[in-house]
């Protein structure tokens, strides 16, 4: 008997049905980090809010997320997976229903609905990585990780054509009517979510070794409230500007200091939160710092181009989504390539590829004006997203086949504790960069009364300035990225666990 065809308890199960139902849902989970994208200036409009304080209901998702991750791992070590993922899947479904019905006089009850979310989420993603490793040999690891691309990468690639989609018109399916709200973003998935709920009963099983292990609530503490201030402090950038102490520049410092309390004491712990010797592991640190820029510099270009596409060049959520539609379906299906490619010649050429690549793409967003084409975005963006495939997985399964088996848990929360506190940093960083810029240089408010096509004119050039910028930060972690790889093994002495 093929022993990745039986549980922990030595029972059989359905190994391709359990990551079919695994991948679909944490598919729709994750739909949910990038589908604010398109979906940003109407709820500026239904919630009566800017850009910087809507774009908070991704950058929170994010922080929520990154830390919740590193709980994963001792939840996936002490709670058996079948159980685990049925509760993932009921927060998950509650924080969909709260942000779906929330009401548009409270921005706060939509935020908090995402954040549920993020934790749900934060369970899933890692979760599926290591059950990938538990059930799959390690010779397969890129082919795998390749296969994982599909969520990890697809998933937020999509989620701003998916939301696009559902906000620009009704849609009918299965005979039943779908308004085209913002709330029926959320709809979709939620049914999903129901599906795999029910399903996981039947098709999910334990696969994932546990035993006791105690959670230490003082390293909980410290990296939310590290993590937390951290953050806050680039979110009200938009607002107070750089130069502002008590609400940006002090929150950041001491974010900064409560983040290497908690990351010494982990060190000195037996059974660490967030288990960071595998960063002592040199390749396991290179890949995973490289994953994080790559996924800066996808984040980052990901949740702006659909607000400068209609706040600029006047799309509709739809049109803005269908522009960025062929780079989504590039990135889904160049990721199973690359993390096939990454068994046969390793994660150094071809992240290297990559970065140059995604840069060339980037390099001409810093250009974009209010008539460039529509067809030059998309293609521009497809080669991008073709950058990022390349690095993505082969990064990814380069980090988790430098660590022994025993240490992967550690590894995939370590590892995604970096891309989701990367991603919400960058999220943060630039929509409070572009929205500061275009306080800086927007107009008087007393022109729009006397010349409103110069006001008119002169709030799209401001918008463009901080578009601009954010796209040139974007590129700069590509450029950075391409340095850091150098330094990574070839994939002849990249170690290989047995």
């Not at 709200?181 to 599906?195: A, K, Q």
């Not at 409103?452 to 590509?478: E, N, R, W």
């Amino acid at each position: 008997m093929n022993e990745q065809t039986l549980d922990i308890h030595g029972k059989k199960y359905n190994r391709t049905l359990m990551i079919v139902v695994i991948l679909v849902a944490t598919f729709a989970g994750m739909l949910m980090q990038t589908s604010l994208g398109t979906m940003l200036p109407t709820l500026m409009k239904d919630f009566n809010v800017n850009m910087a304080t809507a774009q908070t209901a991704t950058t929170w998702f994010l922080l929520a997320n990154g830390i919740m991750i590193p709980v994963s791992a001792y939840l996936a070590t002490k709670i058996p997976t079948k159980r685990l993922y049925l509760i993932a899947y009921l927060l998950l479904f509650a924080g969909m229903f709260l942000t779906y019905s929330a009401p548009t006089s409270n921005y706060s009850i939509f935020i908090a609905g995402r954040m549920l979310q993020a934790v749900a989420v934060g369970i899933t993603m890692p979760l599926m990585q290591v059950v990938m490793v538990n059930v799959f040999p390690p010779h397969k690891m890129g082919a795998v990780m390749g296969l994982s691309g599909l969520v990890v990468g697809l998933a937020p690639a999509i989620g701003p054509t998916f939301a696009g989609w559902v906000i620009d018109k009704d849609h009918v399916i299965l005979g039943l009517t779908l308004s085209h709200s913002w709330r029926t973003v959320f709809l979709l998935p939620m049914v999903i979510l129901g599906i795999a709920f029910v399903l996981g009963f039947f098709v999910i099983k334990d696969v994932v070794p546990n035993k006791e292990v105690k959670l230490d609530f003082i390293s909980l503490f410290e990296s939310i409230l590290g993590f937390g201030l951290f953050l806050w402090g680039f979110t009200n950038v938009a607002s107070d500007g750089w130069g502002n102490v008590p609400n940006v520049i002090l929150p950041i410092g001491l974010g900064m200091v409560v983040i290497g309390i908690f990351a010494r004491r982990q060190f000195t712990m037996k059974t660490p939160f967030l288990n960071l010797r595998v960063f002592k592991n040199k390749q396991f640190t290179l890949t995973t710092a490289s994953l994080a820029l790559v996924t800066m510099a996808m984040m980052g270009v990901e949740m702006m181009l659909p607000m400068y596409l209609q706040s600029v060049r006047g799309l509709s959520a739809l049109d803005a989504g269908l522009v960025l539609l062929p780079g989504a379906l590039m990135m889904g299906i160049v990721s199973p390539i690359a993390g096939r490619a990454y068994d046969r010649v390793g994660a150094k050429r071809l992240v290297g590829l990559g970065m140059v690549i995604l840069g060339l793409g980037t390099l001409p967003f810093m250009f974009f004006g209010v008539e460039t084409p529509e067809h030059f975005v998309t293609l521009l963006y497809g080669m991008r997203m073709f950058g990022v495939a390349l690095g993505m997985m082969p990064l990814t399964a380069s980090a988790m086949r430098s660590l022994p088996k025993e240490e992967i848990a550690h590894g995939t929360a370590a590892n995604s504790t970096a891309r989701q506190i990367s991603s919400s940093v960058v999220v943060a960083l630039l929509s409070s960069v572009t929205q500061n810029i275009i306080n800086n240089h927007q107009p008087m408010e007393s022109l729009k009364t006397l010349n409103p096509l110069q006001y008119a004119d002169k709030m799209i050039t401001a918008s463009l300035d901080g578009f601009h910028v954010s796209f040139a930060i974007g590129m700069s972690f590509a450029v950075v990225g391409f340095i850091v790889i150098q330094f990574l093994q070839g994939h002849k002495t990249t170690k290989e666990v047995k």
